[in-house]
Every structure is written in C-alpha cells, then in structure tokens.
C-alpha cells in the first residue's frame, strides 16, 4: 500500500496516485477531471480499495471499475460508506482517532458508520461519534457492539458472493445473532453446518437466523 506524506495536523494530505492508476486515468479524460474535484480524502479512499486487492488481476479490475465509477459522477468506490460532517469534524480534532481510521478497512470504516448512523436521536449519535473517536484513538478497529467473524465463516462468506453482499448490510445487532447462533453449537460440525445455513440464508436474503 502506499505510503502516505505527513503534512501538518489540520491539514489534508494529499495521496500519491500509484503509476497504474495515473495511466488510467490519463487514457479517461471524464475519469480524470472527476479526480480532479475529488476531495484528498475520497482519493484515498479509491486509492486503499485498489490498493488492498490480492492479485495482479483483481487489481486491474479494480482501476478499470474505478474510472467507470469516477466517469460516471461517483465520488466514492461504491464498497465505501459517506463520512457524515459531523464525523469528519470530529475525527479532524481527534489526531490519533483520524490516524487510525486512515488505516482501516472499507468494511471497518462501514462498520463504525453502520453503527453511528443507527443511532436515532441526534443526541445519541453524537455521543457514538465521541465513542467512535475515544476508540479509534485507542486502537480499536471495530466498534466495542461488534462481534468477530470467525475464520470459518469469513472464508464461507467470501466463497458465497450472495451472502457476503448481505452480510455487509446487515446491522451490527443482526450479524451479532448471526454469529450468537453459530458459536452456540457445541460440536465442530454441528457448527459448521449453522455456517453453511446461514450464508443459505443471507444469500436468500434473511436478517436473522
């Protein structure tokens, strides 16, 4: 991934734009003027989603779906959630909060957002979002509501599209009886069948066991 200049605090840094990347953009002129207005920000966001594909391949795909999607007046990699103003204030007064969201994933950056935006009065969603902070300041990367896939269940999730669409909508309460469910069999593959279950579930799109 690549590495990020330091500016001063306060001020938004701007991304270096990988070489495959520029060359995209360059051969799509709408792409690029579209890049052009972005905010640094949202660049990086493009720029850490092509940037954590795997493979070669994936990759190239990525930089090809990122110009459509820039072409096309998008402002954001559509795995990305918006970051609210408030949010955004926030983790600009919060160094070390702002430091580490720079460094999670798209799916943990929804994740917090998932669980900030659920809230339904204001006040409440404003203390998320100083919680949000303290933990991200703490080094969480999930919110303390979250529980934690399973490397069974990731792995179950990623080889069944369907699911693991569903999956990323679902609220932190719905995949925590998700998840509840699963670990509460007793044997391995009692277990593993609940895994195999729910992603026919989620794939047929269920919310809840």
Known sequence: MNKINPK????????????DLRKALSATPMAKAQWRDLTPIARRDFISWIDSAKQP???????ERACVMLAAGKRRPCCFSIVSLNLHTALA???????????L?????RDFISWIDSAKQPET??????????ML?????????????????????NSTPKAKAKWRYLTPIERRDFI???????????????????CAMLAAGKRRP
């Open 137 to 157: 300041a703490a080094g969480k990367r999930r919110p303390c509501c979250y529980s934690i896939v399973s490397f069974n269940l990731y792995t179950a999730l």
């Open 180 to 198: 509840s469910w699963m670990d509460s069999a007793k044997e391995p593959e009692r277990h593993r069948r609940r895994i195999e279950k729910a």
């Open 93 to 103: 007064a919060t160094p070390m909060a702002k430091a580490q969201w720079r460094d």
């Open 125 to 134: 969603r404003r203390r998320r979002i100083e919680r949000a902070c303290s």
């Open 8 to 19: 001063p605090a306060g001020e938004e840094s701007e991304p270096r734009v990988p070489t």
């Open 57 to 63: 391949e994936t990759r190239r795909r990525r930089i």
């Open 105 to 109: 994933t798209p799916i943990a950056r």
